[in-house]
């Protein structure tokens, strides 16, 4: 089975905070995503990796960047965090155009 | 520019069919379907690809009319297991291997 594991489940940081949001996936997948998730709006895509640092923008990097150094591991990092970035961020990872398998998500929470 | 879904909610009997839609304004390679249960990751039905076909999960099934580019989740005979939010991830050939996801439809099976 697959599994995709994000650091942590839940999260409260400051404004202004650097925050760092880690995935780990163990099925040697070349492609790792991370999404953020809001009532009514679905899942958005921040940033995604096809390769070890190799990253693209998705539809809402702005106020996010990403680092790829292993290919298992896809950190998501948010410089400055804002309270507009309270969300629930998911993970995922897959092989190719095949099914993205998701981490649990990270509830953040910024005060 | 997401995919819409509708409806937004339903509430079916056990035992009811429901029809889910989801429509892009852009011409799709591919369509993803997963579900995602409350408080957990989503989790991948299946995927169709261009061409029409049609696919089925227990049955649940799906089709996809790449010239209309629409595809529906089709829920017969519901069950209690059912519940849960369904989203639709969309692919386009320029996109490669990156899914935009619709706003999700909320479905509550009732005994």
């Known amino acids: 089975d697959v599994k995709v594991t994000q650091s942590s489940r839940y999260l409260v940081k400051r404004t202004g905070e650097k925050v760092f949001l880690e995935c780990v996936q163990d099925?040697?997948?070349?492609?790792m995503f991370w999404y953020r998730q809001d009532p009514g709006l679905g899942l958005r895509l921040i940033y995604f990796s096809y390769d070890v640092k190799m990253k693209e923008k998705g539809d809402i990097p702005e106020g996010y960047s990403v680092s790829r150094e292993k290919k298992e591991r896809f950190s998501l990092i948010l410089e400055s965090a804002s309270t507009n970035q309270t969300s629930m961020y998911l993970c995922?990872?897959?092989?190719?155009?095949?099914?993205?398998?998701f981490g649990d998500g990270t509830r953040l929470s910024i005060l | 520019q997401q995919p819409v879904q509708s409806p937004q909610a339903v509430i079916l009997r056990e035992g009811e069919d429901a029809v889910i839609n989801c429509s892009s304004s852009k011409a799709l390679y591919s369509v993803h379907w997963y579900r995602q249960k409350h408080g957990e990751a989503p989790v991948f039905l299946m995927i169709?690809?261009?061409?029409?076909e049609q696919k089925g999960h227990e049955k649940i099934s799906a089709s996809f009319n790449e010239k209309k580019q629409q595809s529906s989740l089709y829920l017969t005979a519901s069950q209690l297991s059912y519940s849960g939010t369904y989203f639709c991830g969309t692919e386009t050939q320029a996109a490669g291997n990156k899914l935009t996801f619709g706003g999700g439809t909320r479905v509550l099976v009732k005994p």
């Open positions: 099925m040697d997948h070349e492609n």
């Open positions: 169709l690809l261009k061409g029409g």
């Open positions: 995922a990872s897959g092989p190719g155009s095949q099914p993205q398998h």
